[in-house]
């Protein structure tokens, strides 16, 4: 099973990215997936999670309205688009995997971990 994050930078206050989860060894149609991110000095956060279905997704308050997930699951992938990106935002952002089928849900345990890509967000 492998999960690769990519599409982090460097990027000025408002700015966008779009970050990307290239996903293998797995079923991705039968997968959640989350995105999360951890800050240095800080606990690691769920940035957002899509189910299996696709029809429930789920965001961190802090990125409501600016983040947005999405899945492509004949490319293998998901995304996460990102708006309106602030200082805040700064952090490492991992994606993470769920394949126990839970169609319309996102979990809270996860299984499989890629790596992380780095944003970092200018003032």
């Known amino acids: 099973v492998q999960l690769q994050a990519s599409g982090g930078g460097l990027v000025q206050a408002g700015g966008s990215l779009r970050l990307s989860c290239v996903t293998a060894?797995?079923?991705?149609?039968?997968?959640?997936i989350g995105w999360f991110r951890q800050a240095p000095g800080k606990e690691r956060e769920r940035v957002s999670c899509?189910?299996?279905?696709?029809?429930?997704?789920k965001y961190a308050d802090s990125v409501k309205g600016r983040f947005t997930i999405s899945r492509d699951n004949a490319k293998h992938t998901v995304y996460l688009q990102m708006n309106s990106l602030q200082p805040e935002d700064t952090a490492v952002y991992y994606c993470?995997?769920?394949?126990?089928?839970?169609?319309?849900?996102?979990?809270?345990?996860?299984?499989?971990w890629g790596q992380g890509t780095q944003v970092t967000v200018s003032s």
């Open positions: 060894g797995f079923t991705l149609d039968y997968a959640a």
């Open positions: 993470a995997a769920d394949d126990k089928y839970r169609p319309n849900s996102c979990p809270t345990v996860y299984d499989y």
């Open positions: 899509v189910s299996a279905n696709g029809d429930t997704t």
